[in-house]
Antibody, heavy 120, light 109 residues
Framework: QVQLQESGPGLVKPSQTLSLTCTVS??????????WSWIRQPPGKGLEWIGY???????YYNPSLKSRVTISVDTSKNQFSLKLSSVTAADTAVYYC????????????WGQGTLVTVSS | EIVLTQSPGTLSLSPGERATLSCRAS???????LAWYQQKPGQAPRLLIYGASSRATGIPDRFSGSGSGTDFTLTISRLEPEDFAVYYCQQYGSSPQYTFGQGTKLEIK
């Protein structure tokens, strides 16, 4: 059973870069079985896909966030990471990492989520 | 971008009743790429249905999905107390792009 765990600062100042890491256990990122994705959910609101990375390093981003997002992978640590630059209060959200089935494109596995607040 | 609109926004029902949740897409969606999730307060979403009608591992058979094209439905045949939650539909489109509906809150009447 694949498990995911997000980690990173819970508070980021406006205009700075949000950085989160997702550690995968119970499976290898290098297996190629999943796309590794980030999704966010502002408090009391719905879900927004941020982007994903494949073990090979190929990335795809939500066009609405593309200019500010970088997702990277470290196969040696079985981790993948999110960087979101120039954050504002609108980026305050629970950030989830997830494993995406590459054949039917649903989010099979989710981390528990981590709340990131953007505030000075 | 394909927009998913869920209805109703809130559904008030009693345990034992049947729940019907709707997800309408702004353009045709491949049935292979339509999924449903359940989210309880303070928890991550949980996959219920993928490919419009296939139940995920461990999901009780009171949950079923149907539909095609632009209209999809999640049905819960007999509500259990643990089924009261928020439900989201999700689609995958080329680019690639993943979008979610705004959610339906299923609350106890």
């Amino acid at each position: 059973q694949v498990q995911l765990q997000e980690s990173g600062p819970g508070l980021v100042k406006p205009s700075q870069t949000l950085s989160l890491t997702c550690t995968v256990s119970g499976g290898s990122i290098s297996s190629g079985d999943y796309y590794w994705s980030w999704i966010r959910q502002p408090p009391g609101k719905g879900l927004e896909w941020i982007g994903y990375i494949y073990y090979s390093g190929s990335t795809y981003y939500n066009p609405s966030l593309k200019s500010r997002v970088t997702i990277s992978v470290d196969t040696s640590k079985n981790q993948f990471s999110l960087k979101l630059s120039s954050v504002t209060a609108a980026d305050t959200a629970v950030y989830y990492c997830a494993g995406v089935n590459p054949y039917s494109n649903q989010f099979d596995y989710w981390g528990q989520g981590t709340l990131v607040t953007v505030s000075s | 971008e394909i927009v998913l609109t869920q209805s109703p926004g809130t559904l008030s029902l009693s345990p034992g009743e049947r729940a019907t949740l709707s997800c309408r897409a702004s353009q045709s969606v491949s049935s292979s790429y339509l999924a449903w999730y359940q989210q309880k307060p303070g928890q991550a979403p949980r996959l219920l249905i993928y490919g419009a009608s296939s139940r995920a591992t461990g999901i009780p058979d009171r949950f079923s999905g149907s539909g095609s094209g632009t209209d999809f439905t999640l049905t819960i045949s007999r509500l259990e107390p643990e089924d009261f939650a928020v439900y989201y539909c999700q689609q995958y489109g080329s680019s690639p792009q993943y979008t979610f509906g705004q959610g339906t809150k299923l609350e106890i009447k």
